[in-house]
């Protein structure tokens, strides 16, 4: 009899939860946690009903919510006590019987004594003080820098049978982000992102020097926008990028990149959509620029063929208008994995440039980690190149420290 009680139970609290109209579910979910849990007895009710009058009319304010939200706990409140005295055995608990917590005491030692001594705790309210308030300062500009130092490098003897050269390979990576608080400011959207990578290598090959630049790139981007709707804005998007140091060709004294050698600025005006979820694992920017502006600067022409960066012989510069589209996803995959992707491309409806880049870093703790990047151009303006065409690739593995520094 007692197990077919708790069944007639258990299909009583289950038929309740189907029952109760699905707006005090959703709206609830303490109340549905009321509803399931273990009944105590604590009181005898005078009366019970499955609805509860409101005595707030006298009030000048909208409160059906109110009165909505007092007939949910009434209608729980009076279902669990009819419950208790249609089947008092089904009570597992009585408020009154129930043990009463233990009392914290103080046990001291007495050695002369050889004995403990319980005594109860005195607690002096006064050293319980209120914890001073201090206002949080929200911060207009979010700045973010991550600097990091990362090589490759191999040791081999001159006697190794398969032979090969000592190598030492260093990447320096500095990214500093300064972007507009949106919790302050919805409405707008700015961006900037200042970031410098270089890379440096031991050149034995190159009887003219010890070393080689193999990477070396500035780059700035900037984006400003305005709330349309949702996740979309109006937006002025900036980017500029050139090398700063000079790079020669291998076993020449022949310049083959300088500053502004080559060198390039776009400026479009179009729409910029920004999505980044709750926990802030995921963010995406797409901007679509119908409307764009782009030069390419080649600064030394005396020493450097100005072809080479798809401008015109005997000219520094190179104007175009067309239109760009960039977007950028940053995805962190686990808290020591992280995935970033940037895909830019533009055209003037004759030629097409693009990039594509992807950094895949792999944390070992807060200094240290290991990134895979790979950068996959294409530039229709270059001269074409019987094994790429024009097409061009970049990547590297590499291991190393990383600062990183935030400010929320």
């Known amino acids: 009899m007692r197990g077919f009680l708790r069944t007639i139970y ?10 109760l109209p ?34 707030t009319q006298g009030l000048k304010l909208d409160d059906g919510w109110l009165n909505k939200a007092r007939q949910q706990w009434g209608r729980v409140r009076d279902m669990r006590y009819r419950l208790m005295i249609e089947s008092p055995e089904l009570v597992p608990f009585n408020e009154d019987l129930l043990p009463k917590p233990p009392k914290e005491v103080v046990v001291e030692t007495d050695p002369s004594k050889t004995e403990l001594q319980v005594e109860p705790r005195n ?6 003080k209120p914890v001073d308030r201090r206002e949080v300062k929200m911060h207009n500009w979010l700045h973010t820098f991550v600097g990091s130092l990362h090589g490759t490098q191999a040791y081999i003897s001159n006697n190794w049978y398969q032979g090969g ?46 070393y080689s630049i193999n990477e070396d790139n500035f780059q700035f981007n900037s984006q400003l926008g305005y709330k349309a709707v949702k996740n979309w804005y109006y937006s002025a998007t900036l980017l500029f990028k050139t090398q700063l140091l000079n790079s020669y060709v291998t076993n020449s004294r022949d ?80 808290p020591s994995i992280t995935w970033k992707t940037r ?7 004759n030629y097409v440039q693009g990039d594509w880049e992807n950094t895949l870093s792999f944390a070992v703790n807060s200094f240290l980690n290991t990134q895979i990047f790979t950068h996959l151009r294409y530039d229709k303006s270059r001269p074409w190149v019987e094994d790429w065409k024009y097409w061009q690739f970049k990547e590297i593995l590499s291991f190393g420290l990383t600062y990183k520094f935030a400010t929320k």
């Not at 500053?259 to 802030?280: C, H, Q, R």
Request: with cysteine; hydrophobic share 40%.
């Open 343 to 349: 895909l830019y491309a533009f055209t003037d409806y």
């Open 10 to 19: 258990a299909f009583l609290m289950i038929a309740v939860v189907v029952l």
């Open 123 to 128: 607690i002096d309210s006064e050293k319980f």
């Open 165 to 210: 050269e000592n190598n030492l390979n260093l990447l320096a990576d500095v990214q500093w982000d300064c972007n507009l608080n949106q919790n302050l400011h919805p409405n707008w959207l700015f961006n900037n992102t200042l970031h410098y990578r270089l890379g440096v290598a031991t050149a034995k090959g190159d009887s003219l020097r010890s």
């Open 255 to 334: 310049l083959a990149a300088s500053f502004l050698s080559s060198g390039e600025l776009n400026v479009g005006l179009g729409m910029t959509y920004n999505y980044k979820d709750k926990e802030g694992y995921k963010v995406f920017t797409l901007s679509i620029a119908p409307l764009s502006y782009n030069i390419k600067i080649c600064r030394d022409i005396v020493r450097l063929d100005p072809t080479k960066f798809g401008i015109e012989a005997g000219h520094h510069t190179k104007h175009n208008f067309g239109s760009n589209v960039e977007a950028k996803f940053e995805w962190k995959i686990t």
């Open 22 to 55: 699905q707006s005090v579910m959703a709206q609830s979910d303490s109340t549905s946690n009321y509803l399931l849990m273990p009944l105590v007895f604590d009181k005898q009710h005078s009366q019970f009903s499955l609805e509860t009058p409101s005595d």
